[in-house]
Structure formats: structure tokens, C-alpha cells
């Protein structure tokens, strides 16, 4: 099952991702992740990736294709994967559909501006798992330390309020024609959340992919 997942910063898109990848088993490739392992391990990438993705802005198609490409190319993917933040741009779609990996199901993630806002602005990521919390809607069991693995809690550094505004503008203008581009193709679903919790949205999702994808290969990945 080749997925993608579609949404505005704070939609649920890596939080949906990961719940994918742990009841489905296809990986998650969420690309803002691949580019703050890059800045992390200060690379070249890492640090054009980081002057960008400070402003809010998006890190250049021809960069994020060919990391996609390369990552799309190893073995643990045959079975499938889910898109997390990838295609963000027409181009990006065009390069990946050529590539013959285009998404059979894109889900769009939609929910209020004022409700994203808010979630943006309380969100926490473990810097060791990469597990998501929210200071007030899904607060940690111990504050600042992650219930999975016991990693600290941290906000992402472009989830300041300036920055927010920047990347819902540059969603909206680069991001939002990809609903076009895939219902024109017949593979758009939308989910809209509301202001419904991780695990409930996950229902949906999970049984929109089960009636969607009867035959397709998928397994249980080991806790
Ligand atoms: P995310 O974690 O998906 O919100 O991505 C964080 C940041 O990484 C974005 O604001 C962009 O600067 C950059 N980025 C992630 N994915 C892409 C992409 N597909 N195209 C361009 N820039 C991206």
C-alpha cells in the first residue's frame, strides 16, 4: 500500500504515520524527519534544510526528491509506505508519479486554522523516538519525559508562532493544490478531525485502510 498522508502543519500527519507504521507495518517517511536527522548530524543538507526550515520555508523539490527517491529505493518499503509530509508541492507529486511510486491512497488530514494553532503551539516531540505529546490535550504521564521511552520532551524550534504562521501560509499556496492534483486522480480521501483525539482519528483512518485495502500485504509490527 503506497499511502500518503495530507495536511496543514499540526493536522496529525506524523502522529497518524506512526500509529500507521506501528499497526500496519509499512514504514513512515516523513521527510521533515529525514531533514532534522541531517541538521542533528550537521551535514551539508542539515544546514541549507535548517536556514529554510527556521523561516517557515520549503527545502527545494529537486533536494527532497532525490532524498525520497533514494530512501523509496530500499528493501523495507516494497511492502508499502506512508507518506508523512511528502509531496508538499505539484512538482514534488509529478517526480514521485514518474517515478512510479505515486501515492493509490492520499488522505487529507483537515481541520480548522484556530484548532491547528493550538495544537501547534503545545506540541511536544520525544528527541529519542520521536513521539508526540500535547502540553494540554495529551500530556506525558511525567512532564518533559516520554512515556514510550523515557526520552526528553522538546518543542520543535519552527513551532513558534511566527514561524507557524509562515508554514500555514506556505501551505496554503504550495501545499493545499495537491487536493486537486490527487482527487482529479480518484486516490483523495478526506478525514476531517475536528477536533477529535490521536486515537480516535487513528479509528477512522485505520478502518478507511482496511475497507480501502482488503488485499493489500500487512502485518503487525512487533511492540
Ligand atoms: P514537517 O516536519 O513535515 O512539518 O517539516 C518541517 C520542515 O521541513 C518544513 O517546514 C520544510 O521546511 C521542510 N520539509 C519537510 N518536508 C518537505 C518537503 N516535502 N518539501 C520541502 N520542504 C520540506
Redesign the pocket.
Known sequence: MRLALLGA?GSG??TQAKLVERSFGWPQI????I?RKEISNGTEIGKE?AR??DQ????P?EV?NAIVRKRLSAEDVKIGFVL??????VP?AEALDASGLGPELVVQLSIDKDELIARIGGRLTCSLCGSMFHATAHPPREAGSCDRCGGSLKRRE?DGPETVLR?LEVYERQTAPLVGYYDQKGVLVELRTGTAGPEEVFQELASLLKSRAPGWTWQKKKA
Not at 516523513?30 to 524527519?33: E, P
Not at 508523512?84 to 508541492?89: A, I, K, L, V
Open positions: 502543519p500527519k506524523g516523513s521527510t521533515g524527519d531533514f534544510a529554510l526550515m517557515g520555508m520549503l527545502v523539490d527532497v508523512d509530509g511528502y509531496p508538499r508541492t514534488q519552527d508554514r
